[in-house]
């Protein structure tokens, strides 16, 4: 009778278990791909805008050539065409979209030192300011990339604390909540679930995050 009470004891563990595993997986998928998804279509209608405001024409046209050489599968041109847009033209507004890109693509190559000085760049000088969050947010997908947990817990408090009112913050919570667990700090993430409940109700972030409460006892 003990060993059966035991097997369901250990059962039941390995369904949470298994259950927040699931969870973290989830919520790690989608807050990357909003960032993905909604960078592309701010970026490209920032684009646009700066086309038709910045003073400087040209550095509009130097990243529409870098758009250009990776639409034709063309990386090495492209990243010249970024180089060169950021290099000359360091405070318009192509120039943090082409740090944004060139940061992508030095992340999906394991390049985590160029890409931070990009971002952090975009984050301290950005223009339009729009950018700054965009790029925290690659900030702390980078450092989750690393599994440095502490220091993508430290950037995604930053950006709750400058960005509440960001279309990202719900994610940004889900996946700081995510972290939490990931480093062990099951007492913080539990209070990330009930801000999440307290501050984004009737939501479908709220529900994810009432489920993972149950589960954590």
């Known amino acids: 009778m003990h060993a059966v009470q035991q097997n369901m004891k250990r059962g039941k563990s390995e369904r949470v278990a298994d259950f927040l595993v699931k969870q973290l997986k989830e919520n790690k998928t989608r807050f990357f791909t909003a960032i993905i998804t ?7 209608g920032a684009f646009i805008y700066a086309r038709l ?3 400087k024409v040209s ?18 041109q492209g990243l010249t065409f ?16 082409a740090r944004l890109i060139k940061a992508d693509l030095m992340i999906n190559a394991q390049n985590f ?12 000088k950005g223009k339009p300011e729009i950018y700054r969050p965009l790029a925290l947010s690659r900030i702390i997908y ?15 408090n930053e950006f709750i604390n400058k960005y509440k009112n960001n279309f990202l913050i719900k994610d940004v919570y889900l996946n700081l909540a995510r ?4 480093a062990g700090s099951k007492d913080d993430a539990v209070r990330v679930y009930n801000e999440i409940l307290t501050t984004f109700p009737a939501t479908k972030e709220a529900a994810n995050a009432q489920e993972i409460l149950k589960r954590l006892g």
């Open 38 to 44: 909604v960078i592309a279509i701010i970026v490209f």
């Open 82 to 97: 970024l180089d060169e847009t950021i290099k000359n033209y360091p405070n318009t507004p192509a120039s943090f979209q």
């Open 53 to 55: 405001q910045t003073i």
């Open 179 to 182: 972290l939490y667990l990931l």
């Open 59 to 76: 550095a509009s046209d130097k990243l529409a050539s870098a758009y250009g050489a990776f639409y034709y599968g063309n990386q090495s």
């Open 113 to 124: 030192d160029e890409a931070f000085n990009l971002l952090e760049e975009t984050v301290q």
């Open 142 to 156: 980078m450092y989750d990339q690393r599994q440095d947990y502490p220091s993508a817990i430290m950037h995604s």
